[in-house]
């Protein structure tokens, strides 16, 4: 079995089972856009892919009564689809579906937890074209990457005693660039690519008014990822992301902007930059059947305002093609979520702060994450 039938084998494997690792990432990172699909052979691609995480996160310490012992992070799915058009040899493009960012907890009631609230959930969903345009080098090629994206944002805040309901909702556009150089025969590809950060002003409802707004900011990103075989039926890959999450310095939420004196709230953040580095490693047993097993590790971006921390992750999947042309890929995913503690509240109290976590710290063990993943691939 030659390196060359190894990339069609193991390319969407080897990049879409990251995925089980990369969906419990630093910040509020969950998926990325499928643009490696335009590397895909074939005139047309459609592939499309789901991954559960279940994450386990318990308070160690929190001031509030019956605040530890239970989970408070929330389950989540993280879907993705993309399909390519080959319209010459030099040019491709892709539409993508993939949901960025996210997050979702579900806290005790009565008064535990930020805002003494019972729930808050957002999603952000990203939707992109994505244009390669190739140029040859003769030995290899010369990708030329670009495109824009939508990004479509859904809060939800829910009060812990049912009567404060918040949602909101907001869109913005977005651009990603970048570069890949390709040697076929040897499965080489190294990729670099640039994405926007995005600007977040929701407008919405509180109880039922629409009285509500939403400030954040989204952060710009850049990533490397490089794969190359090393034998007959190996494959070799990595990646290291660099995330400009020290934009997102808090959430405010204005409940009531039309009265001369607004209800704010705000999350603090301060969060610094982060950083994901993954490798892992590619076989293919036979002309239908390959495995990749991976590792990656995410530097937590908490600066002691609140609980974000270092995530260390191991994950398998393999890959089957069927006898009508496409392609079954399975995987799973465990994640170590390292302990940590909020530090900046205790020195920092005011009396009437809008801040909600304002005058105590909490902390969380150390917990673990489950992520599972499927997809399914075609090509013409």
């Not at 991976?294 to 069927?322: C, E, P």
């Not at 995987?331 to 005011?350: H, I, K, R």
Request: proline share 4%; aromatic share 12%; net charge negative.
């Amino acid at each position: 079995m030659n390196i060359s039938r190894l990339k069609a084998l193991l390319g969407a494997t080897a990049l879409t089972i990251v995925a089980a690792g990369a969906a419990q990432a630093g910040g509020f990172s969950r998926g990325t856009a499928d643009t490696d699909i335009l590397f895909e052979q074939g005139n047309f691609n459609l592939r499309t892919s789901v991954v559960v995480v279940k994450p386990n996160r318990e308070f160690t310490v929190n001031p509030y009564p019956d605040g530890t012992g239970y989970n408070f992070a929330d389950t989540y799915v993280v879907p993705s689809a993309a399909v390519k058009f080959k319209f010459f040899d030099q040019l491709s493009c892709a539409g993508t579906v993939s949901q960025p960012y996210g997050g979702g907890v579900t806290y005790r009631a009565p008064g535990n937890g930020t805002l003494a609230k019972l729930e808050e959930d957002f999603t952000v969903t990203e939707y992109g074209a994505t244009c390669a345009f190739k140029y040859d080098l003769g030995k290899g090629s010369l990708s030329f990457l670009g495109g824009l994206f939508v990004e479509n944002v859904d809060y939800t805040l829910l009060g812990g005693s049912g009567t404060v309901s918040v949602k909101l909702k907001d869109n913005d556009i977005g651009w990603r660039a970048g570069l890949a150089y390709e040697i076929p025969e040897i499965a080489l590809r190294a990729q670099l690519m640039y994405r926007s950060g995005t600007d977040v002003a929701a407008e919405g409802t509180t109880n039922g008014v629409p009285v509500a707004q939403g400030f954040a900011e989204l952060p710009q990103s850049v990533e490397l990822k490089v794969q190359s075989g090393i034998a007959p039926g190996w494959l070799a890959y990595g990646s290291v992301k660099w995330t400009d999450w020290s934009v997102n310095e808090r959430l405010l939420l204005v409940l009531n902007k039309f009265n001369p004196a607004p209800t704010t709230r705000v999350n603090t953040y301060n969060w610094q930059d982060g950083w994901t580095v993954t490798g892992g490693i590619g076989h293919a047993f036979t002309d239908a059947i390959s495995g990749t097993v991976f590792a990656t590790w995410d530097r937590g971006v908490g600066t002691g305002w609140d609980l974000q921390s270092d995530t260390y992750t191991v994950g398998a999947g393999v890959s089957m093609k069927d006898k009508i042309g496409g392609e079954l890929r399975a995987g799973v995913g465990l994640s170590y979520l390292t302990a940590v503690e909020e530090t900046q509240y205790n020195d920092a109290f005011v009396p009437n702060s809008p801040d909600p976590r304002n005058g105590f710290n909490r902390a969380v063990g150390n917990d673990w994450s489950v992520a599972v993943s499927a997809g399914y691939s075609v090509k013409w």
